[in-house]
């Protein structure tokens, strides 16, 4: 099974500016890998698809980098409404159970 | 526009059943794989399940296999989950997902979840 791994568990920054969340996976999943928001009390929201491509209705703010390995969602000149937790997700192992594996999540709070 | 409503949770003791379902609208249920993901409380989420548009292929995440199915209706637009063997470990919100057209094996529309606890 791949493992995701998100880094730091909690993130403190302030309105305004950029905040950088890191997954890592334990084997290469190419670029098969997507970011969700989840705020309090709903579900997750699409931000990042292919490693780098925004959901549609995605603020350009919001970017995806990385392949293999290691991934970076960077959020510039962060606004009220994005401090939530992100997730990562790969799929590089589809069709192969499980097919879709999670990291632990990234909380971002206001500093 | 997309919607998908779950509903089917509830409270339920260690060993019994359950069966949730999920009702879509706004797009061409047929024409797409399905998910079930799970989030404990307070924690993060975790897939369980999928289906193939058709319902001809599924998988499952070892923790639920053999213990869980999952179905679809095609023809009433409706996704299932049938819980059995359940076990206090189960206890989450389930949320059923679709499967991105563009966004392909991520999830680009959720419900809003329905919650199983399972506890004596």
């Known amino acids: 099974e791949i493992v995701m791994t998100q880094s730091p568990a909690t993130l403190s920054v302030s309105p305004g500016e950029r905040a950088t969340l890191s997954c890592r996976a334990s084997q290469s999943v190419s670029s098969n890998l997507v970011w969700y928001q989840q705020k309090p009390g709903q579900a997750p929201r699409l931000l990042i698809y292919g490693a780098s491509t925004r959901a549609t209705g995605i603020p350009a703010r919001f970017s995806g980098s990385g392949s293999g390995t290691e991934f970076t969602l960077t959020i510039s000149r962060l606004q009220s409404e994005d401090f939530a937790v992100y997730y990562c997700q790969q799929y590089n192992n589809w069709p192969h159970p499980p097919l879709y594996t999670f990291g632990q999540g990234t909380k971002l709070e206001i500093k | 526009e997309v919607q998908l409503v779950e509903s089917g949770g509830g409270l339920v003791q260690p060993g019994g059943s359950l069966r949730l379902s999920c009702a879509a609208s706004g797009f061409t249920f047929n024409s797409y794989s399905m998910s079930w993901v799970r989030q404990a409380p307070g924690k993060g989420l975790e897939w369980v399940s999928a289906?193939?548009?058709?319902?001809?292929?599924?998988y499952y995440a070892d923790s639920v296999k053999g213990r869980f199915t999952i179905s679809r209706d095609n023809s009433k637009n409706t996704l299932y989950l049938q819980m059995n063997s359940l076990r206090a470990e189960d206890t989450a919100i389930y949320y059923c997902?679709?499967?991105?057209?563009?966004?392909?094996?991520?999830?680009?529309?959720w419900g809003q979840g329905t919650l199983v606890t399972v506890s004596p």
């Open positions: 289906i193939s548009g058709s319902g001809g292929t599924t």
């Open positions: 997902a679709k499967e991105g057209q563009v966004a392909v094996r991520s999830f680009d529309y």
